[in-house]
């Protein structure tokens, strides 16, 4: 056969573009009153634009879409345009909903189309590392429908009966292997359609996106996290988290 009539390779598929949800409508009690956690600063930055930027710092995300306040759309609008962002990243702010499955659903129902695989970020785990990233977008390129970043246990975890009044002991049950746990961190990776099919079918409380895709039976796989994503929720989180930037300004001279 000569070269003019043997068929050509076929073209090898373009790479899955990837969505970033970012879900930042909550209140943040625990860290005491004020502004919703997502806009407390971190050396004078909102923990919520230290999210963005850490989705966005990854190649493979092309879109993030920040899922506001319900009545905070335009406020949040202004603080992305008030920061630098990088420009080859689009942005999107929706309204969000009272809990943050909704919101979550919010912001799928505001992908446009042609991004199959989507990422779900706590706006509480601002500085996770674009390792991290990359390594749980990668996992879904490979053919995981549901992929979560983790760490292995450094504390011995003890399953207790729960107390009956607030303050009262309470009696140990159970002891599980601490080699078989993990703690699980953002950003959560899926399949688009995958997702979707879990917020549209799923009811009940959650407490990630990936409990979700369990529940239709689907598999869940981890890839290792990062020590870096831990999610501030208390004051002395911030105090490690400002501690963490002081180190990488001294350590990339920014």
């Not at 076929?10 to 879900?23: F, H, L, Q, S, Y």
């Not at 999107?92 to 499955?101: A, E, S």
């Amino acid at each position: 056969m000569s070269d003019e009539s043997r068929p050509s390779p076929p073209a090898a598929p373009a790479a899955a573009r990837t969505a970033a949800v970012i879900p930042a409508a909550g209140r943040g009690v625990r860290l005491g009153p004020g502004a919703p956690k997502a806009l407390r600063a971190l050396s004078g930055t909102p923990m919520l634009i230290h999210a963005v930027r850490a989705l966005a710092a990854s190649r493979a995300v092309s879109l993030v879409v920040v899922v506001a306040p319900p009545d905070g759309a335009a406020e949040v609008r202004s603080l992305l345009d008030a920061y630098a962002l990088p420009e080859r990243t689009d942005f999107l702010v929706v309204p969000g909903g009272q809990t943050r499955q909704e919101s979550v659903k919010l912001g799928l129902d505001a992908l446009p189309s042609g991004h199959d695989i989507v990422l779900v970020h706590d706006a509480a785990r601002p500085l996770v590392p674009v390792d991290t990233v990359d390594a749980v977008i990668e996992a879904v390129r490979d053919g995981a429908p549901a992929v979560v970043p983790a760490l292995p246990l450094a504390d011995t975890v003890k399953q207790v009966e729960p107390a009956r009044a607030p303050g009262e002991p309470e009696p140990v049950v159970a002891t599980p292997e601490r080699a078989l746990l993990r703690a699980v961190q953002t950003p959560q990776g899926f399949d688009r359609a995958t997702l979707v099919r879990a917020h549209e079918t799923v009811t009940g409380e959650v407490t990630d996106d990936a409990g979700m895709v369990e529940q239709l039976g689907l598999t869940v796989v981890a890839v290792p996290g990062h020590e870096e994503a831990f999610k501030v929720t208390r004051p002395l989180d911030l105090v490690l988290a400002e501690a963490v930037l002081a180190r990488r300004r001294l350590n990339d001279g920014f």
